[in-house]
C-alpha cells in the first residue's frame, strides 16, 4: 500500500506532479521537500511516494540497494492509479535522478493513462556519474508519449550542460539549465546562483511546462 505526501498550493490547482524519489535519498529528503514546496508555490499539487525498497529502509531492515530502473516502473504505475483517484484535473508524472527515468520509461508504456499530460525529470541521469563516455540513457526520452521537462544542473555529472551540447534529444523533450547547479541543482560557492534559487526556477519552469499542456 502506497503512502503518500502531499503538498498542496494555497491557489487554485493547476496540475497534480506525482512525484518519486532519486536511487538514494527518500522522499522526504531535504530536495524532495524544498522542491514540493517551490512547485505547491506556483500552482503545482506535489504528491510523493517512495518504492518498496527505500520505505523498507524505514522498518529498519537492510538497506537493499534499488533495483534496475525497469523493474520500479511496475510501482510506478500502482502509485499513478491511486493517485487519479484522489485528483481531478491536468497530471504530470516526475522525479528526481532515478525517480524522473523511471517516469520516463512509464511515459513510454501502452498503459499509460490519458490523463497524464508529461513527464517532469529533475536531474535526469543520462549516463553514470562522470562517465559521460558509457552507454547513454536515451531511450526513455526518446520513446515517450506525451511531453517531457528536463531540470539539469549546469555542472551535473550525470550530464552537464556542456556534455549535453554534443546530444541532439527529441523535438518533445525540452531541457532547462539551472545555473551552476550540481546533481542537486546546488551552486558552488563563487557563484552568484543559489539553491533555493535554483530549485525555485526548476518549479517555475514546471509550472510553465504544464500550462502549455
Known amino acids: 500500500m502506497n503512502t503518500f505526501v502531499w503538498t498542496r498550493p494555497e491557489t487554485p490547482v493547476t496540475a497534480t506532479l506525482l512525484l518519486a524519489h532519486g536511487a ?20 503545482i499539487a506535489a504528491v ?8 523498507g529502509r524505514r522498518t529498519g531492515g537492510a538497506k537493499k540497494p534499488p533495483p ?13 492509479q491511486a493517485v487519479m483517484k484522489e485528483t481531478d484535473g491536468p497530471l504530470l508524472i516526475g522525479g528526481k535522478s532515478m525517480g524522473g527515468r523511471v517516469a520516463a520509461m512509464l511515459g513510454g508504456g501502452a498503459s499509460l493513462p490519458g490523463r497524464v499530460a508529461g513527464v517532469c525529470c529533475f ?35 550525470f550530464g552537464s550542460k ?6 541532439t534529444l527529441p523535438a518533445h523533450v525540452r531541457l532547462t ?32 511546462f504544464a500550462q502549455t499542456l
Do not use: C
Open 24 to 43: 538514494g535519498a527518500p522522499m522526504d529528503s531535504a530536495f524532495m521537500n524544498k522542491l514540493a514546496a517551490a512547485l505547491a508555490a506556483e500552482g
Open 48 to 55: 510523493r511516494f517512495e518504492f518498496a525498497y527505500m520505505a
Open 68 to 80: 534496475r530502473a525497469e523493474k520500479l516502473i511496475g510501482e510506478f504505475q500502482t502509485a499513478l
Open 123 to 157: 536531474g535526469y541521469p543520462f549516463h553514470p556519474t562522470g562517465k559521460a563516455d558509457a552507454e547513454w540513457r536515451l531511450a526513455p526520452l526518446e520513446d515517450a508519449k506525451r511531453p517531457v521537462l528536463i531540470l539539469q544542473g549546469d555542472r551535473d555529472p
Open 162 to 167: 556542456t556534455e549535453l551540447e554534443d546530444i
Open 177 to 208: 539549465y539551472l545555473e551552476d547547479g550540481n546533481h542537486d541543482f546546488g551552486p558552488r560557492g563563487r557563484s552568484p546562483a543559489t539553491l533555493d534559487g535554483n530549485i525555485t526556477a526548476a518549479a517555475k519552469a514546471t509550472a510553465a
